[in-house]
């Protein structure tokens, strides 16, 4: 088996089907390719949704658990996986037209340890109709490279989403056991230990930023200290390759939204964390770093200033 598709889904039942209904029309065309989907105690039909959709589809396996954690949903879906790759599928996202086939070519071809592409981020349901682009070539890049690219969030996110690793790699760092931004906190690890890594500038993978969603943060963090464990993680995996200015805006922009509100502040207040990050940056030298924007200079003063 060449690709698994780890496919983790609670309580999906409003667009489960349309996930599977696009999925299917992809993988009618390929081989070596398993889909692996996750019923993590879900109180309505996605078991039954899955169940069914599953007979007439032998690419399909299914299995339920009752962690209401996607990773250790995700974790459960890797331990079933049999594909030497190991990709990772919302139950509300999809592949864009030709991207999956992009993706199986392209690991046949180039065998890397680690594929990573960006994401096309829509606020619209997905229908299957969403045309993927000119997919080029991938490019090669250096461990220093991608940890660089890692840190440029407008040009690759911390999503599992649009990456390919190795289950070797993953056998090696697990995910990680949370219940949000799990994929931040383990995805730079891969990188570091990756031998070979490639990059395609193309976006094959529709992230639906849906209403409601884990990662939708309304106007609170519900995940907020899980939020501080996965940056503490990226510092950790890049230790030694990035410079503070590369993830300061990642501190800069959730001590900003926390500041907005007493509940916010009160837990700022409780994980000092924060505020020991933020003040450890020298103010002079995040100023005069050229790669900067003034919009988050200004940011980073606005924030200092109210810690």
Wanted: net charge neutral.
């Amino acid at each position: 088996m060449l690709l698994s598709i780890i496919m983790p889904a609670h309580n999906a039942a409003a667009y489960l089907g349309r996930t599977l209904e696009v999925l299917a029309r992809q993988m009618a065309e390929l081989e070596q390719v398993e889909v692996i989907a996750i019923n993590d105690a879900s109180t309505d039909e996605t078991a039954k949704i899955l169940e069914e959709f599953a007979r007439p589809h032998p690419w399909l396996k299914t299995i339920s658990v009752d962690f209401a954690n996607v990773g250790l949903a995700r974790q459960a879906g890797v331990g079933q996986a049999d594909g030497r790759y190991v990709t990772f599928l919302d139950s509300d996202d999809a592949f864009l037209s030709g991207g999956l086939a992009w993706m199986v070519d392209t690991l046949r071809r180039h065998e890397p340890d680690l594929l990573m592409t960006p994401l096309r981020e829509t606020g619209q349901p997905l229908d299957g109709s969403e045309a993927g682009g000119w997919f080029r070539d991938v490019a090669p890049l250096s461990v220093q490279q991608a940890c660089d690219l890692f840190c440029e969030h407008q040009s690759l996110q911390g999503h599992f989403a649009g990456k390919c690793v190795t289950r070797q790699i993953l056998l090696q760092h697990d995910l990680a056991a949370m219940k949000c931004y799990e994929d931040m906190m383990t995805t730079p690890h891969w990188i570091t230990e990756a031998q070979s890594i490639v990059w395609g500038a193309e976006p094959v993978y529709a992230y639906y930023k849906r209403p409601g969603s884990l990662s939708d943060r309304g106007q609170t963090w519900r995940y907020g200290e899980e939020y501080i464990r996965a940056l503490q993680s990226i510092e950790t995996a890049f230790a030694g390759r990035i410079a503070a200015w590369q993830t300061a805006h990642l501190w800069i922009g959730f001590a900003k939204d926390l500041l907005k509100t007493p509940s916010g502040r009160q837990f700022l207040n409780a994980q000092p964390a924060v505020a020991a990050k933020l003040q450890s940056i020298s103010v002079w030298k995040y100023l005069a770093a050229r790669q900067v924007s003034c919009k988050w200079k200004l940011r980073f003063l606005r924030v200092r200033l109210r810690l």
